[in-house]
């Protein structure tokens, strides 16, 4: 054999070891890819499916800041998962060390593919490769990294879970939020109850308000006033950013859950100033159901948040003036106890108000036979002959809307049933226990060290 | 006498004659396996042995053990505290020659062979200790200005007894840095001592054969050095014993520089006053190819290079007194940085 031919032999035994090498490496490093690429997807559907269910479960506000935080945690989740992929590629040096520890070669890969490219390596070498070559079944590839598809699989895998899972979840989690009596666009509140507040800008929604000219007169002066007090907040150009953030928020939210937020209606709110003979309405207005009526009502107003899908679907004007025909979604047990109490004249102005809490659907319960459903706007001041609204009015944009607590959980507090569970049938009665009687030599130093 | 191959040996040439001289002197020395197998290694490589143990657990014997096993020439000095370095080298001395004149010839001393035991070293004074530094290290003599060229192979083993201590010298850190591995004897356990006691007080002594025969044992060893010589380190190796060396090395050294300073081990910070110098290196890897070709590999293992790193470190790491008076020694100190350097901690 020519010296030529043992070399080429030598070159090729070589060959196949480091072949085996090279596939050993192209798995790790197929396994590194699949790690980073699967779990860059598994948080971006993960994080999407969060995203999408916050879109219904969340207000505008909660909504962007959940966003924003998983916004966050998601680019340093893939961030994370990109670098522990990138670190977890293999050079053909590492690869064979690897292979030499699974396999238990004692180093025989690693001195291969480090000194290959030696010039010199010494009588050993034909020696070194002959004796590796003899192990190369088990520094095959397969033998080395069994696994195909990385265990970043299971994660991807979660994630598609939980993505189906959100669709569901958003429509269970999530209450009807729609405001009753729907195509309802006129509605009448009292001016005192009302909670004014500057509108978000660039809201689209609003409200046409209409009142007598005395009413209008009362309600600019308290915008006055609240514009006075509130001007400096007003004017802020931190509250302009987080309006407009929120708008955002509320933009995206409509977009995920199909809001068609072009298609809002505006909302013919219709004043009534109670404050210019509440003297007189006082007298005749019990003060447990003032106080429900002005808590109720100052509270539907209050809520800023959008809530509802169809917010701007109210009662209009004309039906508010008819008894209901039957209790709208969210009237509650008290609208049909109004009904009765339709006939008692002295309760008209109590019944304009039930009327209006009938359509937030917060009414506590505390009407009776003393409310009554036939509140007619136009009797509540006087005779019908008084001013028409309108006619000597003015519109003013507010932000008030219908809304429904319920998703935020504060309908009804949850009571808990009174359970009495039997005792054992070997189980003594609780008795007291018998209080230890303190040693009067011990009296003065307990009594010294608690007056301290 | 001997039937182990010549010329250019083979990896499974040199296990077989290691087997093969392990078992000779395993005629004579029960148990201290380890320390015959770090003994063999140590010649193998061209280093030198500190053999440290108690008085009775055979430490010159298993040094003429192997004198007699290799055939090679074989001298003992025994260190005492008036021992002169002369005593060691050899002197100039005036002989008369046939034609009546009288002239100075070199007379050579213990040092000239190839096995050298130096019994308790640490009974002589520093300057007789020293006196063996240049035979140690360049293998050659310098008396009155003329250098003597040793005959390869050389081999030296001292001897520490460590408990009695009244009246002697510790060797200076210089000359413990020499000796490629320090091998310690302990006692023998309870079967071996029986053994040691059937084999020693019978009327027949065991016989020590020797394995190469007197005219080429030289050159046979010299060849299983050279093959040693010829086992690959692969990058990742030497990296690795690096590694250890510098972990012995304590961060609050002025000597270390700052790079250095990031490997570091708390115990080895707290215990050591000195760590390894870089002949440790050269021993951790010398070491580990001997145990490599023991294995049938032509390539050095993590494995091989710990399973000599108490012996090739132990030694050069200097403990200060918070060691000592916690009780822990250089060996403590060496497992300790093996499993921190193992561990990816440093």
């Known amino acids: 054999m020519s010296f030529s031919s043992q070399d080429r032999r030598a070159d090729e035994k070589l060959g196949r070891i480091l072949g085996r090498v090279a596939s050993v490496r192209t798995r790790l490093n197929s396994l590194a890819l699949q790690h980073a690429i699967f779990y860059t997807l598994a948080i971006a559907i993960a994080g999407g499916a969060v995203v999408f269910a916050g879109a219904y479960l969340l207000s505008p506000l909660a909504f962007l800041v959940g966003t924003s935080v998983l916004a966050i945690i998601g680019c340093a989740g893939i961030a994370s998962a990109v670098g522990a992929g990138w670190r977890m590629r293999v050079s053909r040096v590492r690869a064979a060390a690897i292979a030499d520890d699974r396999a238990e070669l004692k180093g025989r890969l690693s001195t291969i593919v480090a000194l290959a490219n030696h010039q010199v390596r010494g009588s050993l070498w034909p020696y070194l490769v002959e004796d590796t070559l003899g192990y190369q079944d088990q520094f095959a590839a397969a033998r080395i990294e069994r696994r195909r598809v990385s265990r970043a699989i299971y994660p991807l895998a979660a994630a598609f879970v939980l993505a189906a899972l959100a669709i569901p979840i958003s429509k269970i989690k999530h209450p009807p939020q729609i405001a009753p009596g729907g195509g309802q666009t006129d509605m009448t509140v009292d001016l005192d109850d009302l909670d004014l507040r500057p509108a978000d800008p660039g809201d689209e929604s609003g409200m046409q308000v209409t009142a007598d000219a005395a009413t209008m007169r009362r309600?600019?002066?308290?915008?006055?006033?609240?514009?006075?007090?509130?001007?400096?907040a007003g004017g802020n150009s931190l509250n302009q950013l987080v309006n407009r953030a929120r708008d955002m928020a509320g933009h995206l939210q409509s977009k995920l859950t199909g809001r068609q937020t072009a298609s809002k209606q505006r909302l013919n709110l219709r004043l009534a100033d109670a404050g210019g003979d509440q003297d007189q309405n006082e007298i005749h207005r019990a003060p447990e159901t003032q106080k429900n009526r002005r808590g109720d009502v100052a509270g539907q107003?209050?809520?800023?948040?959008?809530?509802?899908?169809h917010e701007l679907d109210l009662p209009?004007?004309?039906?508010?003036?008819?008894?209901?025909s039957g209790p709208s979604p969210g009237v509650d047990e008290s609208g049909?106890?109004?009904?009765?109490?339709?006939?008692?004249?002295?309760?008209r102005d109590n019944g304009a108000t039930d009327r209006k809490i009938q359509q937030s659907g917060e009414n506590g319960g505390g009407g009776g036979a003393a409310h009554g459903i036939g509140a007619d706007p136009d009797t509540l001041f006087g005779a019908p002959a008084a001013s028409k609204l309108g006619t000597e009015g003015f519109e003013i944009a507010i932000e008030a809307r219908p809304v429904d607590h319920g998703?935020?959980?504060?309908?009804?507090?949850?009571?808990?049933?009174?359970?009495?569970?039997?005792?054992?049938?070997?189980?003594?009665?609780?008795?007291?226990?018998?209080?230890?009687?303190?040693?009067?030599?011990?009296?003065t130093t307990i009594r010294r060290v608690f007056e301290r | 006498m001997s039937d182990v191959q010549a010329e250019t040996p083979t990896v499974a040439d040199f296990a077989r004659t290691f087997r093969r001289i392990q078992a000779e002197i395993h005629k004579l020395i029960i148990g201290h396996e380890q320390a015959v197998e770090e003994l063999l290694s140590a010649l193998f490589v061209g280093g030198h042995v500190l053999i440290e143990g108690v008085p009775g657990t055979g430490k010159t014997t298993l040094v003429k053990t192997l004198g007699l096993a290799l055939n090679l020439s074989f001298n003992r000095i025994q260190f005492t505290v008036d021992l002169m370095p002369a005593d060691?080298?050899?002197t100039r001395v005036i002989l008369s020659g046939e034609d009546g004149r009288r002239e100075f010839s070199f007379q050579p001393g213990p040092v000239f062979c190839h096995i050298l035991l130096g019994d308790e070293i640490n009974r002589a004074t520093p300057k007789t200790q020293s006196a063996l530094l240049e035979a140690m290290a360049e293998l050659q003599v310098t008396v009155s200005g003329t250098t003597y060229r040793l005959k390869p192979p050389y081999f030296v083993m001292a001897t520490l007894n460590p408990i009695e201590m009244e009246g002697t010298y510790p060797l200076p850190e210089a000359q413990l840095d020499r000796f490629l591995f320090k091998v310690r004897l302990n006692y023998p356990d309870e079967g071996e001592l029986t053994r040691i006691i059937s084999s020693t007080t019978g009327p027949e002594e065991a016989g020590v054969e020797a394995v190469f025969h007197a005219s080429e044992a030289a050159e046979r060893i010299e060849a299983?050095?050279?093959?040693?010589r010829e086992v690959m380190a692969a990058p990742a190796m030497e990296i690795y014993a690096a590694r250890l060396v510098r972990a012995t090395q304590p961060q609050n050294s002025r000597f270390v520089t700052g790079e250095a300073r990031a490997v570091h081990d708390e115990m080895v910070d707290r215990y050591v006053m000195f760590g390894s110098s870089p002949r440790g290196a050269q021993a951790l890897i010398l070491g580990a190819k001997v145990h490599a070709l023991l294995d049938g590999r032509a390539n050095i293992a993590r494995e091989d290079i710990e399973h000599v790193a108490v012996a090739a470190l132990a030694h050069r790491i200097m403990l200060n007194y918070a060691a000592l008076s916690d009780g822990i020694d250089a060996a403590q100190i060496v497992e300790r940085v093996i499993k921190s350097v193992r561990g990816g901690k440093l």
């Open chain 1, 407 to 443: 998703a935020k959980g504060a309908g009804r507090a949850y009571v808990a049933p009174r359970v009495r569970a039997p005792l054992s049938l070997n189980q003594a009665p609780d008795e007291p226990v018998a209080r230890a009687a303190v040693p009067a030599d011990d009296r």
């Open chain 1, 219 to 232: 309600l600019g002066d308290k915008l006055a006033r609240l514009g006075a007090a509130g001007g400096e």
């Open chain 1, 316 to 324: 209009r004007e004309d039906d508010l003036r008819q008894p209901s």
């Open chain 2, 224 to 228: 299983l050095k050279r093959l040693v």
């Open chain 1, 301 to 309: 107003f209050e809520q800023d948040q959008p809530k509802s899908n």
């Open chain 1, 336 to 347: 049909a106890e109004a009904d009765s109490g339709k006939d008692n004249p002295g309760n």
């Open chain 2, 88 to 90: 060691i080298t050899g």
